[in-house]
Each structure stands twice: as structure tokens, then as C-alpha cells.
């Protein structure tokens, strides 16, 4: 079983030292197998947020954990027009990683992430098709029993953001990038961006999507917050690509608890979805879910 923790959006500049400190600890005490990071670091892209995050990371580095880290769109600088066309994610490369698409594999998971940031939109993101075809190639030669994970800053799929239900807009090119996902036989679909937490099956947002679940992380230590949805991240465990839990990782004003806890179990290419009893799990916060079958 792989143990994944998945966080986002954590924005150095405009985030709570203390929530990063709990991150951390809480890590230290789980060891995941992987933690991974899906962008927005900073809140501006400037240096001493750079070196913040850098800071943060490099801890969690030395404390042995392994990481698989990609860069958001805060992570291209918005004012300083010089770099942000010039060299958008030099600093990222810098202080971060100078790898923007990393893949990662070992005896249970296969895991590509790709970067959509990019200097022409101020928040939205796209993919190239370069990268789909990237994304086509790394999971090729990948064996059937591993469970495929994709990991994008902004979600492949548009979803619901709002109370009223309205919806988001999805990557860029998303037609074309749904369809090198489902080519490559995408398991899980991580991303971030709304600082919002759900979970929904790809078919049930784009027919013929293929059989991804999509799993969306809401932001880990930003200050601000879409909904008041509080500080969470997400705490997956992999049995097999068809079988996997999810629990949402709350901030309740004072640490981390263990919140909304989801069983999901894919069977003739639908998932279905079982709550997970936990007297521990915070209130209130709920994932969206997924089709039942
Ligand atoms: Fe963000
Ligand atoms: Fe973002």
C-alpha cells in the first residue's frame, strides 16, 4: 500500500507560520511513502518567499521524506513583467526544483507531474501538447498493476467552486488533455489551485474521460481561504488502483485532525464511494463524491 500525502497551495508570503510548523510535524509523525506538493508555493514569486519555501522544503527533504513537487501559477512572478515573460519560473527552478514535470515510480505507484503555469494567463493554466505526449510516453512502458497518478497544479476538469454550484474553469487545451489521461490510463487526477477540497469521478465531469478519480486538495497553510473552507490536505492510501482511501486533513484553528475519511472501490470502470466512520473526523468538512455505480 503506497501512503501519499498531498498538499497545496501553500503560498509563503501569505500563509500562517504556525500552520506550516503543524505540516511538518505531522509529516515527521506519519512518514508518508510520498508527499506530494502541487504548486503555489509563494503568494508573489518573490525571492524571500522563494527562500522560504526552499527552506520548508529542503526541512522535509532532510528529514527524509520523499517529495514529488510542482509549481503553480503564484509561482510566476505577476507584476515584474521582465520575469514573467522573460524567465516566469526561474526562481522556482532556483529554489525549488529545476525538474517542472518530475516523474516518479517504484514497486506500487507510477506518478508524472506537469506543470500548468504559465506567463500569459494570470490564473489560469494550460497544458502543451508536448507534455501530453510526455504524459502518453512516461506511462507506457509503466506495468498494468501500478497505480497511475497525475499530478497538475490547475484540475483537467472544470468543478463545481462556488456554493451555488457554478463551475470552474478547467485547464487549458482540456479536451486534449483529458484525452492523453485517459490514453495513458490515469488512475488518480491530483491537483489544487481553488483551495478547495473534492473528489469526483472524471467520467461523471467529461464523458469518456476514461477512469480517473479526480481528487482535488484544498490549500495546506494559506491565509486565504475560498469559502472559509478551512487549511486541509489530503491523506491517501493506495491498496490498488481500484481501491483507495481518502481522508481530508483539517486545520482546526489549533493543529491538524483527521477529517472526512472515504472509501473509494472501482468496479466495471465506476467508483463508488462508502464513508469511512472516524469519531475523530473534524465537522462539517465534506468531500464532494463521487458516482455511484
Ligand atoms: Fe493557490
Ligand atoms: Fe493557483
Known amino acids: 500500500m503506497a501512503r501519499i500525502a498531498h498538499l497545496s497551495d501553500i503560498h509563503f508570503g501569505a500563509n500562517d507560520p504556525k500552520i506550516v510548523a503543524a505540516t511538518e510535524a505531522w509529516l515527521h509523525q506519519q512518514q508518508p511513502d510520498l508527499v506530494i506538493i502541487s504548486g503555489d508555493l509563494t503568494q508573489r514569486a518573490r525571492q524571500e518567499q522563494f527562500r522560504e519555501a526552499s527552506a520548508w522544503v529542503n526541512r522535509l527533504r532532510a528529514a527524509g521524506l520523499k517529495l514529488l513537487v510542482i509549481p503553480g501559477n503564484h509561482d510566476v512572478p505577476l507584476y515584474d513583467i521582465f520575469r514573467r515573460f522573460g524567465a516566469p519560473l526561474r526562481r522556482y527552478k532556483r529554489y525549488i526544483s529545476n525538474d517542472l514535470c518530475p516523474f516518479y515510480e517504484d514497486d506500487e505507484v507510477a506518478i508524472l507531474g506537469l506543470n500548468t503555469a504559465r506567463s500569459l494567463t494570470i490564473k489560469d493554466g494550460r ?18 498493476a501500478k497505480t497511475r497518478i497525475l499530478v497538475t497544479h490547475h484540475p483537467l476538469f472544470a468543478m463545481p467552486i462556488g456554493k451555488g454550484g457554478e463551475l470552474s474553469e478547467a485547464v487549458g487545451r482540456h479536451d486534449d488533455a483529458v484525452k492523453a489521461a485517459r490514453d495513458a490510463g490515469i488512475h488518480i487526477a491530483l ?44 491523506w491517501l492510501h493506495v491498496r490498488h488502483f481500484d481501491d483507495i482511501e481518502l481522508q481530508v486533513v483539517v486545520w482546526d484553528g489549533a493543529s491538524f ?13 465506476a467508483w463508488t464511494a462508502r464513508e469511512i466512520s472516524d469519531a475523530r473526523a473534524a465537522q462539517g468538512m465534506k468531500v464532494a463524491v463521487a458516482a455511484r455505480a
Open 257 to 269: 485532525q483527521r477529517g472526512h475519511h472515504v472509501a473509494y472501490r472501482q468496479q466495471d470502470g
Open 127 to 144: 497544458l502543451n501538447h508536448e507534455q501530453m505526449r510526455m504524459m502518453r510516453e512516461r506511462f507506457a512502458p509503466v506495468a498494468a
Open 191 to 234: 491537483a489544487g489551485h481553488f483551495h478547495r477540497t473534492y473528489a469526483e469521478a472524471a467520467q461523471k465531469m467529461v464523458a469518456d474521460a476514461g477512469g480517473a478519480l479526480v481528487i482535488q486538495a484544498g490549500t495546506a497553510t494559506s491565509t486565504r481561504l475560498r469559502n472559509a473552507e478551512p487549511q486541509s490536505f489530503n
